[in-house]
Nanobody, 128 residues
Framework: QVQLVESGGGLVQAGGSLRLSCAASGRTFSSDGMGWFRQAPGKEREFVAAMSLIGRSRAYADSVKVRFTISGDSAKNTVYLQMNSLKPEDTAVYYC?????????????????????WGQGTQVTVSS
């Protein structure tokens, strides 16, 4: 099993930036990809960004394209989410997740059912 720990959340003003980190440990070699999801109060968990650990495949939700960037450092077993031009509607708990199987479509990369390991989440609050 893969263990995931997120960090980097906090309170930021609209227009500001944050970088979230997700440190992975355990059977990291069993994962094909990583993703970021978020859940706002009273809403379902939604896809934010995903990447394949081998290759350059990236996928983003329309709401964060251009503003957010997912990246990884294999030496550190860490995945990042750089968030720029933050908006109040980005306020949510952000979760990191690991995907064991290779997928080939953006839709599959954004499907939370494809992920079998989740972190505890980190709160991001954007004030207006």
């Amino acid at each position: 099993q893969v263990q995931l720990v997120e960090s980097g959340g906090g309170l930021v003003q609209a227009g500001g930036s944050l970088r979230l980190s997700c440190a992975a440990s355990g059977r990291t070699f069993s994962s094909d990809g990583m993703g970021w999801f978020r859940q706002a109060p009273g809403k379902e968990r939604e896809f934010v960004a995903a990447m394949s650990l081998i290759g350059r495949s990236r996928a983003y939700a329309d709401s964060v394209k251009v503003r957010f960037t997912i990246s990884g450092d294999s030496a550190k077993n860490t995945v990042y989410l750089q968030m720029n031009s933050l908006k109040p509607e980005d306020t949510a708990v952000y979760y990191c997740a690991a995907r064991p199987q290779r997928v080939t479509t953006n839709q599959a990369m954004g499907d939370l059912r494809k992920y079998n390991a989740w972190g505890q989440g980190t709160q991001v609050t954007v004030s207006s």
